[in-house]
């Protein structure tokens, strides 16, 4: 029976020592009757307290962290099965798969282009996440090389993988202290692994292409105090991988399988360039935690970067741009004002717009809680009124001398009440959609 925060917090030190993260024990019981936090995460918690709430208090999947600082990638930590249930957490993982066979100049070419390439979509910048370094030529040597290469240039997470648990360990010696993923223990090296993982702080893969085989590996992995576990449940198809995804997640959230209840890898070739994209569009839509590509073309991580940045913004926080007057273009006191809401799509969406029409303004965008035009106006958050009182607060009157503001036609009906509230300036209703500004600047605003 799942507890409540309050049911929790009787068994916490109630220090509000802040350490876990939270700024009281109450938050901190908080997340963990909402599964997004681990009793672990507490340094003061007694022994009777790990007795009693024990599994009540884990998350139903394991958040498993790869790389250290900054750039480090959190996979796991779900607690729901479809994201307008609340919310999806960690964003699935995006990389780059190399092996030790490619010539010197080629993988550093294939990395620094990964490394080099970013995103900026509705103010957020977009990175790929993680390479993997396979150990394929047969030369522990030249895999070394390969590595040393690899985390030479690239500070963000490193998976390294073979069947080979000798080389696996060598690796995880030579990355200590980056926190590398190793892929992947089978039935044959699992044993070792664990010890090798726990000793030089890396995390583990687990592969197999059962279920119970998969089961029993995570089994030894949580037999040995071991945590930091992903699972790679190899498929034939990908109909058939897309169906294992379901069932782990569904298993860990719905049925509490715990030797389930960890984040997804996946390796990706098909042996074509689109086929493969569409598959790691599977992983983000389906539950995939970290995904390897085995190659890299910004024509394909451009609209998965795009799709997982979809998935997994909250639905009920859209993406805000701050309050305030944006320039658009090179405005000067004679330019004049459009008004949109903070929501970032519709901000991002008017801006361009604007400036394909060809003319430099200034564009109010007063507080509305991230919502668009029409939501906004029908919640009473983008009102003539409110739009007045955002022209005073940023003391727009005393840096232009141009009193034309131009507002979204889908709210003409707030016109009367803005001329109200900005008495001498000339409220022009503009046009419905954003792809029409051009049209309406040439025929009505510079007519």
């Known amino acids: ?17 802040k350490e876990c993260g939270c700024s009281t024990c109450l938050a901190f019981a908080m997340k963990l009757a909402a599964r997004k936090a681990e009793l672990a995460e507490c340094p003061y918690v007694s022994d009777e307290a790990r007795e009693v709430l024990g599994a009540a208090a884990e998350p139903p999947i ?17 607690t729901v099965v479809f994201r307008h249930e609340k919310t999806f957490v960690n964003q699935t993982g995006l990389g780059l798969a190399v092996d030790d066979t490619l010539e010197d100049r080629e993988l550093a070419r294939r990395v620094a282009a990964l490394r080099d390439y970013r995103l900026e979509r509705v103010g957020e910048v977009l990175l790929p996440d993680a390479v993997s370094v396979a150990f394929k030529s047969g030369s522990p040597e030249r895999f070394s090389a390969a590595l040393e290469r690899v985390s030479g240039s690239w500070d963000r997470a490193i998976a390294v993988r073979s069947d080979d648990a000798t080389i696996l360990s060598t690796a995880a010696e030579r990355l ?10 089978t039935s044959a090296t699992v044993a070792d692994l664990v010890e090798v ?11 197999s292409e059962k279920f119970d085989d998969l089961v029993a590996l995570v089994g030894t992995c949580r037999g040995d105090g071991f945590r930091d576990v992903f699972l790679e449940l190899r498929a034939d198809s990908l109909c058939e991988h897309y169906q294992n995804n379901t069932v782990i997640r569904r298993a860990a959230l719905k049925a509490g399988l715990k030797d389930l209840g ?68 090179e405005p000067d006191e004679n330019s004049p004002v459009f008004v949109t809401t903070n ?27 991230g919502l668009s035009v029409l939501t906004a106006w029908a919640a009473g958050k983008f009102g003539g009124d409110k739009i007045g009182a955002f022209v005073k607060e940023c003391a727009l009157e005393d840096r232009i001398s141009c009193r ?34 051009e049209s309406f600047v040439k025929n009505v605003l510079t007519r």
Request: with cysteine.
């Open 176 to 185: 200590r202290g980056r926190r590398p993923l190793l892929a992947s223990a």
């Open 343 to 369: 929501f970032s799509l519709t901000y991002f969406i008017v801006s361009g717009e604007i400036e394909n029409a060809g003319i430099s303004a200034w564009l109010l965008v007063p507080e509305c809680e």
């Open 262 to 329: 960890y984040p997804i890898l996946t390796y990706i070739d098909t042996g074509d360039p689109l086929d493969d994209a569409v598959a790691a569009g599977i992983e983000i839509t389906k539950y995939g935690s970290l995904a390897f590509l085995p190659t890299f073309d910004p024509a394909d991580f451009t609209p998965l970067l795009a799709l997982r940045q979809n998935i997994f913004t909250d639905p009920q926080k859209p993406i805000q741009v701050d309050p305030q007057v944006y320039p658009v273009g």
């Open 62 to 78: 394991r958040t498993v962290t790869v790389g250290e600082g900054e750039p480090a990638f959190k996979a796991g930590g779900e």
């Open 404 to 437: 034309t503001i131009v507002i979204p036609g889908y709210v003409a009906q707030i016109s009367g009440e803005l001329e109200d509230a900005l008495p001498g300036w000339e409220v022009v209703v503009g046009p419905q959609e954003a792809g029409d500004i």
């Open 197 to 207: 993982a726990k000793k030089t702080g890396a995390a583990l893969a687990v592969a």
């Open 1 to 17: 029976m799942a507890l409540t925060g309050l049911q929790i917090q009787k068994w916490l030190p109630k220090t509000n020592c």
